[in-house]
């Protein structure tokens, strides 16, 4: 069976533009709307936003992969850059992530394969890979689990001598201007650069790096988008191998991956709304509790609010205080009465022993 880079429609990917008007008007809609609460929040709010989505696309990325991060070294390795803070060396892996987060986010330069083969050494830092910060020197075949036989292969990605022409046309295809709405030049460039697939391993991540980079050549993406692809990875897969046919017009049909996208897309906003909902809240808390709190008061609320809103709904008890306070039985009874005389938590249903305080925010 011919590959779609064997066919005279390679690499003209198409869609369908009336099928796709009513998603692709949502989710301009969704992200705009996002967009607009973040423009709404302070400089500091921003960047708490900013830093909570950095980390969360990070973690959701390389999860994607099967791969886990420490979700506090990436959090302080963002800190200190954006913060700009000195590093003698990127040498952590959890630097390296971290840069490669915040270097796909800026579109001040046109985007070349030195810059892409930098996100790949970036990406292994401290890792053995072959043909490392280069174009893979080997076949590569995509196939549906890692004891795949011959019938199981999904996708035969183009040789490694075509690999610098294909990358070169593509690049020329990202740096130009085809009057393509933002969303949908972000899905048709992961989805090329998907079916390139020229790095011997880390193609999705510097593939959804790639979809960071081109919504920051018109207006950063305001939210994680690959914490929504990890919620349903099969169909990310799916869609993937959808968009690789050749259409009636003689093009690639791309239509299918491209809804696909803008309905993770609005997905993806939704959440993000919610997000920047809560570090409102949550500082607008703090604002008006804050001055009546102790030290070891504000600690833990502090820690359960870093924690999310998935934390704070479970509440905050008697016994989880104390081990987050470091204090004494009776200490921490006479915090949580405090708290809850003056209405900054309240009881919740359990008691005795089980008794635990709902945050009031």
Do not use: C
């Not at 390296?96 to 083969?117: F, Y």
């Not at 950063?220 to 692809?229: E, G, I, K, N, T």
């Not at 259409?247 to 791309?254: L, N, R, S």
């Not at 809804?259 to 008006?288: C, M, V, Y």
């Amino acid at each position: 069976m011919s590959q779609i880079w064997q066919t005279p429609a390679w690499p003209r990917f198409g869609y369908d533009h009336a099928g796709i008007e009513p998603d692709l008007a949502r989710a301009a809609e969704a992200v705009g709307e996002v967009t607009g609460l973040v423009h709404g929040l302070t400089s500091q709010e921003q960047e708490d936003l900013l830093l909570r989505q950095i980390v969360q696309e990070a973690m959701a990325s390389f999860g994607i992969e099967g791969v886990a991060l420490d979700a506090s070294e990436i959090e302080a390795s963002v800190v200190a850059s954006l913060r700009h803070r000195d590093r003698a060396a990127i040498s952590r892996r959890s630097d390296a992530v971290a840069e490669l987060m915040l270097t796909a986010r800026r579109a001040d330069q046109p985007l070349d394969s030195a810059r892409i083969l930098t996100w790949h050494r970036l990406l292994f830092t401290g890792m053995e890979v072959e043909d490392l910060g280069r174009w893979r020197r080997f076949e590569m075949e995509i196939v549906r689990s890692a004891t795949a036989g011959p019938g199981d292969v999904l996708y035969k990605a183009p040789p490694p001598d075509r690999l610098e022409a294909e990358m070169a046309q593509f690049l020329d295809w990202v740096n130009a201007d085809q009057g393509l709405p933002v969303a949908v030049k972000a899905a048709l460039a992961h989805l090329w650069f998907e079916s390139i697939h020229p790095l011997s391993d880390g193609n999705g991540r510097i593939g959804r790096a790639l979809i960071e980079h081109v919504f920051a050549r018109n207006r950063a993406l305001p939210f994680s988008l690959s914490r929504q692809v990890e919620r349903d990875k099969k169909a990310y897969y799916a869609a993937l191998q959808a968009g690789r046919r050749v259409g009636a017009t003689g093009t690639i049909d791309a239509t299918e991956f491209v809804l696909w996208f803008l309905r993770t897309l609005t997905r993806a906003a939704a959440s993000a709304r919610d997000e920047a909902g809560f570090i409102l809240r949550r500082n607008q808390f703090f604002l008006r509790y804050g001055p009546m709190l102790n030290d070891r008061q504000a600690h833990a609320l502090r820690l359960l609010f870093e924690q999310g809103p998935e934390r704070l709904a479970v509440g905050l008890s008697a016994k989880s205080y104390r081990k987050i306070t470091k204090t004494s039985p009776a200490t921490a009874t006479r915090d949580l009465r405090a708290l809850e005389a003056a209405g900054v938590v309240t009881r919740m249903e359990a008691g005795g022993r089980s008794t635990a305080y709902a945050i009031q925010f």
